[in-house]
């Protein structure tokens, strides 16, 4: 079976930094993808991830642990228009079909 | 200008009616998917296809089919059968193997 693990809710305040942490446990690893998520809109791509360490995207870095089974989204300067749901994803081996965690739903406040 | 499109945005289903979710894309991708979002739910899978003429059931087929004749569309129906069919429903595509896949706008059902 396959379990993605993210927490429900955070809150941050504008200017500032916040991580959004996703542990999994699947049945082989393809790699880790991040979504963001406006509410009613659809999920648009953030980034993905297939070795270890971290990638950095203008404000925006995410990093893998394949051994610890373990992501984070880092999301700096953070503006009211990142207030979303952040999806984590992961990829197992053999299916290429991603299994989505339950989200975290980032409130940015002034 | 390429993309994935979902029609319509809202529909309503009286009890009993099967209804049927359309989703185009121009991106030449060869595989599609059909996900269910609740509140508070991740993204499930009813079904996907990874090549024209050939579909898969995902986590949560019951109450749904679906049909894969051209490699841009990939229709939904949501028959009868399923008992609580009132969520937000989003199609999406990829080339196929590890590769991201791209949403499309998604289609929220509710049921009269």
């Known amino acids: 079976g396959q379990n993605i693990d993210q927490p429900t809710e955070m809150t941050a305040t504008e200017g500032a930094i916040v991580q959004i942490n996703c542990t999994y446990q699947?049945?082989?690893?393809?790699?880790l993808f991040w979504y963001q998520q406006h509410a009613g809109e659809a999920p648009t791509f953030l980034s993905y991830?297939?070795?270890?360490g971290l990638e950095e995207k203008g404000r925006f870095s995410s990093f893998l642990s394949r051994s610890k089974g373990y992501s984070y989204l880092l999301l700096k300067e953070l503006q009211m228009k990142d207030s979303a749901s952040y999806l984590c994803?992961?990829?197992?081996?053999?299916?290429?079909?991603?299994?989505f965690g339950r989200g975290t739903s980032l409130i940015v406040h002034p | 200008d390429g993309g994935i499109t979902q029609s319509p945005k809202y529909l309503f289903r009286k009890e009993g009616q099967n209804v049927t979710l359309s989703c185009e894309q121009n991106?030449?991708?060869?595989?599609m998917y059909w996900y269910r979002q609740d509140p508070g739910q991740g993204l499930r899978l009813i079904y996907y296809?990874?090549?024209?003429?050939?579909?898969q059931k995902g986590d949560i087929a019951e109450g749904y089919s679906v049909s894969r004749e051209k490699k841009e569309s990939f229709p939904l129906t949501v028959t009868s059968a399923q008992k609580n069919p009132t969520a937000f429903y989003l199609c999406?595509?990829?080339?196929?193997?590890?590769?991201?896949?791209?949403f499309g706008p998604g289609t929220r059902l509710l049921v009269l």
């Open positions: 999406a595509s990829s080339a196929g193997g590890a590769e991201t896949q791209y």
């Open positions: 699947t049945s082989g690893f393809n790699g």
């Open positions: 991830n297939v070795l270890d």
């Open positions: 994803a992961a990829l197992s081996g053999g299916s290429y079909i991603p299994t």
């Open positions: 991106l030449n991708h060869d595989a």
């Open positions: 296809s990874q090549i024209v003429n050939d579909f």
